[in-house]
């Protein structure tokens, strides 16, 4: 799904201003072997997930329907659970990354209500993700535990304007900026007056400015479903949102890198806390509250 607005300045840039699906983060830090081990991607799905129960995986919705006509994964289709937990013999090569690969069925796909019928109404995902209170959520079930993927907790309080997050994606469509299926992360801050309008599903966080006022790094090709962690009792990260959508300025030059790394959009993530997004998750049983 490629930005809507486009502007051609010169032939070799292109200004982009978009809301599109979230993609491979831009800047960030490659994240060492078994470094963040509930965050995953796939074979079936190009794009990033994290685990929340034994065979739970939590997700962007558009990546499962990204078009009103079109749907990627059903239940029954065989599926690679694809990680950066390389415990155990089930380690391989991906791209140009060193993956851990378990083998499974999907045994089902619950999309939220909100974004089925957002699709229903529009041909693409980009063109329902800014919509309010839409919940850009889908939950991914397998037929067999993963044991050597760690399960996260998730957090359905509020976060708090400049409250720590951590950002992480596999950028697994590629992006120019960084190799194919590489775990990045970044550290950002929730920005100041999220959550926004009243019924607005989407928590906005502030990019991390430097002294010319610019981001280093935002989500790009492939990043969609990755959490947003924030940090729970004890240290331990808990899963707040989930990355959605990138919206921004940039200068892209005609090869699709950036004129400017720190010319980075701001990435927006579903709230978990939101009131929809927690009874949906109630109703999965992954929460009781």
């Not at 997930?49 to 065979?55: C, D, I, N, S, T």
């Not at 791209?95 to 109404?121: C, E, F, M, N």
């Not at 535990?145 to 309080?157: K, M, N, Q, V």
């Not at 430097?210 to 090709?221: I, L, Q, R, T, Y």
Request: proline share 9%; with cysteine; net charge positive.
């Amino acid at each position: 799904m490629i930005c809507r607005l486009i502007s051609l300045l010169m032939p070799a840039l292109a200004l982009f201003a978009w809301a599109v699906p979230s993609r491979a983060y831009i800047g960030g830090t490659p994240v060492p072997p078994n470094g963040l081990p509930s965050v995953v991607t796939f074979d079936l799905i190009s794009c990033t997930a994290v685990k929340v129960g034994p065979r739970q995986f939590l997700m962007a919705a558009h990546y499962i329907q990204p078009a009103r006509d079109l749907t990627v994964a059903h239940a029954g289709d065989p599926l690679r659970i694809l990680s950066h937990t390389l415990t155990g013999p089930a380690a391989r090569t991906v791209g140009r990354a060193q993956l851990r690969s378990d083998s499974t069925r999907i045994r089902a796909v619950v999309i939220h209500p909100t974004y089925q019928k957002g699709i229903a109404s529009a041909p693409e995902a980009s063109e329902i993700l800014t919509r309010p209170g839409l919940i850009d959520l889908a939950l991914l079930e397998v037929d067999n535990d993963t044991p050597a993927i760690a399960a996260e907790p998730l957090r359905t309080t509020p976060l708090v304007a400049n409250e720590p997050i951590l950002m992480g994606g596999y950028g697994a469509l590629n992006a120019a900026s960084r190799p194919r299926f590489q775990l990045r992360a970044a550290w950002k801050r929730v920005a100041p007056g999220s959550p926004g309008a009243p019924g607005n599903a989407t928590l906005h966080y502030a990019t991390d400015l430097d002294a010319d006022g610019k981001s280093h790094s935002m989500g790009w090709e492939g990043d969609s479903g990755g959490p947003v962690h924030a940090v729970g009792p004890g240290n331990r990260l808990v899963v707040a949102g989930i990355n959605s959508y990138v919206m921004g300025v940039i200068w892209l030059r005609a090869d699709g890198t950036l004129e400017d790394p720190r010319d980075a959009g701001t990435t927006h993530f579903v709230r978990l806390d939101h009131p929809s997004a927690r009874a949906w998750l109630r109703q999965l049983g992954l929460i009781s509250n």
